[in-house]
């Protein structure tokens, strides 16, 4: 696991690639890569805004195949640990992908039960 942000852009454009290799959906612009280096620079961001060990078990996960168990394991977390802290990085790199805009069923629940928010 690593905090050189050298590594983790290597890691994290490589894993980016394969996922839009996936996309049916071309790119928007001129660019013809498998990754603009502006989205890359923008999910670079949104990683390393990730605490670091949050980031290193998304990592782990999706980048190296490594199970629950595994980095519960390596770790010292319980599984169900590992599990929130994935979600939490699912989330969060979502919402930077989107914009920082929450979905619109968290905009409305914030709204009407803006006490439970405190």
Do not use: C, N
């Not at 670079?44 to 980095?71: C, K, N, Q, W």
Request: glycine share 6%; charged share 35%; aromatic share 10%.
């Amino acid at each position: 696991m690593t905090d050189r942000p050298e590594e983790l852009k290597a890691r994290a454009e490589r894993a980016f690639a394969r996922s839009t290799a996936r996309s049916t959906d071309p790119a928007p612009g001129d660019y013809h890569g498998p990754v603009h280096p502006d989205e890359l620079a923008k999910m670079e961001r949104a990683m390393l805004s990730l605490p670091r060990i949050t980031r290193e078990i998304f990592l782990a996960v999706r980048l190296d195949g490594y199970s629950y168990d595994h980095i519960a394991e390596v770790t010292g977390l319980s599984q169900r640990q590992v599990a929130r802290r994935m979600r939490t990085a699912i989330r969060r790199l979502g919402r930077y992908r989107r914009g920082g805009e929450r979905p619109e069923w968290q905009l409305w629940f914030h709204k009407h039960f803006p006490r439970w928010f405190r």
